[in-house]
């Protein structure tokens, strides 16, 4: 079975301060990656996701993530964040070879962003 | 392109009554899966379809709940009786594909609290 351990429940920053969540998974079995974030009253939304190749993915928003498989970490950073950012992060894998698509998801990372 | 419907937004009930939720899937999409959010947690996969076939539902408590994608687009999800510890966010999502790594899109979620 895989888990997912996002070690930090909560993460003040003020803004234009860099941050940085971090991800850690549990696998047998190859997997690929995710980060999901969620803003206050709404769904969850796709930030980024590792698939293969380079093991840097970027996000369209200034966030990236870094897959590091000796470390078993898949770790999402921005340099510099807005109010906007506030919202809860969740982490997420699934298993490559399996015959769904299922996500096992971290317990989620609440941003506050603080002026 | 319209994104993923859910119904109700909120539900309260007492324990031991039935509910039901309801997902209208985004269009062409031929897999719907349907996650449970406990607060505090990241979500947890209940039910996975394929079309009008279940893939996963390796998760759902189906001693009370149910799910059915009769015709392959929508879905309903039904819990009977309910119990105190099923008071969570029911997630609805869905991909294009089944394929391991395809893009979940997710809708806004039924807060369901049972009293």
């Known amino acids: 079975a895989q888990s997912v351990t996002q070690l930090d429940s909560q993460v003040p920053v003020f803004e234009e301060a860099p941050v940085e969540l971090r991800c850690n998974y549990s696998s047998s079995v190859s997997v690929y990656l995710f980060w999901y974030v969620q803003y206050p009253n709404q769904g969850l939304q796709l930030l980024l996701k590792y698939l293969s190749g380079s093991t840097l993915v970027e996000s369209i928003n200034g966030f990236e993530a870094e897959f590091n498989k000796s470390q078993t970490s898949f770790h999402l950073r921005k340099p510099s964040v807005h109010i906007s950012d506030t919202a809860e992060y969740f982490c997420a894998v699934s298993v490559i070879k399996a015959a769904g698509n299922k996500l096992t998801f971290g317990g989620g990372t609440r941003v506050l962003v603080k002026p | 392109e319209a994104g993923v419907a859910q119904s109700p937004r909120y539900k309260i009930i007492e324990k031991r009554q039935s509910v039901a939720f309801w997902c209208n899937p985004i269009s062409g999409h031929a897999t719907l899966y349907w996650y449970q959010q406990i607060l505090g947690q990241g979500p947890k996969l209940l039910i996975q379809f394929q079309n009008n076939g279940v893939v996963d539902d390796s998760q759902l408590p189906k001693d009370r709940f149910s799910a059915e994608r009769l015709k392959g687009v929508d879905s309903t999800l039904k819990i009977q009786p309910a119990k105190l510890e099923d008071s969570a966010v029911y997630l609805c999502?869905?991909?294009?594909?089944?394929?391991?790594?395809?893009?979940?899109?997710f809708g806004p979620g039924t807060r369901l609290t049972v009293l």
């Open positions: 999502a869905s991909s294009s594909t089944s394929g391991v790594g395809d893009t979940q899109y």
